[in-house]
């Protein structure tokens, strides 16, 4: 029996969700197939209920401040009302029912199963098979990525997954990778009292952003106590029944990671990858062994199929995905739709400080044959900063592409970075030439005042 769709959305995560409720609002059949939750990954394991856990984290770091500056205080961690909120407000105890009915509300059809192609237009889900007459929508997204390491496959260690669910904070907590899930769960952990050690091979954390901002979060996380090991020689992992410990380097003379490393948990946190083999991408004639779904710059794949969010490996973003579906969702339409443009990506780390950054790294730019020039400011010597005192760590970087005036990338790390990037966004994406910026008023004292002094900085770096 095959049933018959205007459009199949294969993953209802934000990109797919977003795809299949605006084609059944703009009339459309849609039949929306989802394994999981409908949602995905951001309401449930991810961005949500991070953040939900980041914002006590960071009211507990908040009470530390006020000595010295307010008076007094203490405050005692407690992981219990983290959790509930968790169950309670982001994930309704991880149920989708809400979503279900939103998505049904709009026309859709849904699906709970797991789809995988059996034809360039067909899906096929348990023994249905639905075939699209105007196309599929493949947003599947990405799921954790283990390295492989030694013993490491057959230990009880977290995923972030494990990290939101939890019902209590470990005593210790080892995390494996230094990118931004693991320093932002790391540095919640290590405020709700843990011991934590972050274990990151490349020799910073944050090792795709600027080096100033890798470089930042490790002093911070330093001064928190947190142990962070850059530039680790992660030879093995194992489980006694009740800690993990970590094998570091061979005690070479110089090693600094040779010893071992022992915590209660470990959170691997190495990145995310597609799966494309179990989603029988084969019936479009595209190697299953692919890092992530090939797509043009209107998100196709082949004819009459698409790919939206973490599945196409560009960004792995909640607010990428949901900007693909609106390109994808125009193209399915036939209406005017202009091409992805990804030069002005934001990126967020949550950590406290936060670490915006947009576009392009000074060397990325440089690999790109670019004539650089760079201006950096620090957020303590602004006036703003200086007025913040405790937390204030932070610091604006930007990157002109000197021969057209415009700026190319920026990074925004500090309190608020991420709100400062804002404006930053705008002048990439816009190509805001540097002399408006710098005619610009800026309001006193805010944090984004860095960003004229920065601009005042700019200058040829050699
Ligand atoms: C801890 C954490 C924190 C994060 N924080 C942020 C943040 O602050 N900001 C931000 O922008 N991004 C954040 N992200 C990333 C963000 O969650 C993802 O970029 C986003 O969820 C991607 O959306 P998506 O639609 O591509 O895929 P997903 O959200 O992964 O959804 C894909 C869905 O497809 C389903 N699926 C997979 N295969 C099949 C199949 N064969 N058939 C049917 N269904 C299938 C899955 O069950 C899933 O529900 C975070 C991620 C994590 C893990």
Redesign the pocket.
């Known amino acids: 029996m095959v049933d018959r769709a205007d459009v199949v959305v294969?993953?209802?995560?934000?990109?797919?969700e977003e795809v299949a409720g605006r084609l059944a609002e703009a009339g459309l059949d849609v039949v929306g197939?989802?394994?999981?939750?409908l949602g995905?990954?951001?309401p449930y394991?991810?961005?949500v209920p991070?953040?939900m856990m980041i914002r006590a984290a960071n009211l507990l770091a908040e009470a530390g401040r006020v000595d010295g500056m307010a008076g007094t205080a203490s405050a005692e961690p407690d992981w219990a009302p983290v959790a509930r909120r968790i169950r309670d407000e982001a994930t309704d105890d991880w149920d989708d029912r809400v979503a279900v009915e939103r998505f049904e509300g709009k026309g859709g059809r849904f699906v709970r199963?797991?789809?995988?192609l059996v034809g360039p237009r067909q899906v096929a889900v348990g023994d249905e098979v639905f075939e699209a007459t105007r196309g599929v929508v493949l947003?599947?997204?990405?799921r954790p990525w283990t390295p492989d390491v030694t013993g490491l496959a057959a230990t009880p260690y977290w995923t972030?997954r494990d990290a939101v669910e939890a019902t209590v904070a470990p005593g210790s907590l080892a995390v494996l990778g230094g990118g931004a899930?693991g320093v932002e769960l790391g540095q919640v952990f290590a405020r709700f009292g843990a011991a934590v050690t972050i274990v990151e091979v490349a020799p910073r954390l944050l090792a795709l952003e600027e080096p100033e901002a890798g470089a930042l979060v490790e002093d911070v996380l330093r001064r928190e106590g947190v142990d962070v090991r850059t530039g680790a020689d992660l030879r093995s992992v194992s489980h006694d029944g009740s800690s993990f410990s970590l094998q570091l380097g061979d005690g070479r003379p110089g090693d600094r990671d040779g010893g071992v490393v022992r915590a209660e948990r470990l959170l691997v946190a190495t990145g995310?990858r597609p799966?494309l083999a179990?989603?029988g991408v084969d019936a479009l004639g595209i190697d299953p062994q692919l890092r992530a779904l090939p797509v043009d710059d209107r998100l196709r794949v082949a004819p009459g199929v698409w790919a939206?969010?973490?599945?196409t490996g560009v960004g792995?973003?909640?607010?990428v995905?949901m900007y693909q579906a609106g390109i994808a969702v125009r193209d399915i339409l036939g209406t005017a739709v202009a091409a992805a443009d990804y030069r002005a990506v934001p990126r967020?780390t949550?950590t406290d400080p936060e670490i915006g950054a947009v576009g392009l790294s000074e060397e990325a730019a440089r690999s790109r044959g670019l004539a650089v020039r760079v201006g950096t400011a620090q957020v303590p010597a602004s006036a703003r900063g200086w007025i913040h005192k405790a937390g204030n760590d932070g610091l604006v970087k930007l990157v002109e592409d000197a021969e057209r005036g415009v700026l190319v990338g920026a990074l925004a790390a500090g309190p608020a970075g991420g709100e400062v990037l804002g404006l930053l966004t705008l002048a990439v994406h816009a190509e805001v030439p540097v002399t408006s910026l710098r005619t610009m008023i800026y309001a006193y004292p805010t944090f984004h005042r860095a960003v004229e002094a920065a601009l005042a900085d700019l200058h040829d770096v050699a």
């Open positions: 294969v993953g209802m995560g934000p990109g797919g197939v989802e394994a999981e939750l995905g990954e951001c394991w991810g961005c991070s953040k199963g797991r789809g995988r947003a599947t997204g990405a972030n899930i995310r799966d179990s989603l939206v969010g973490d599945v792995a973003f909640t607010h995905a967020v949550f």
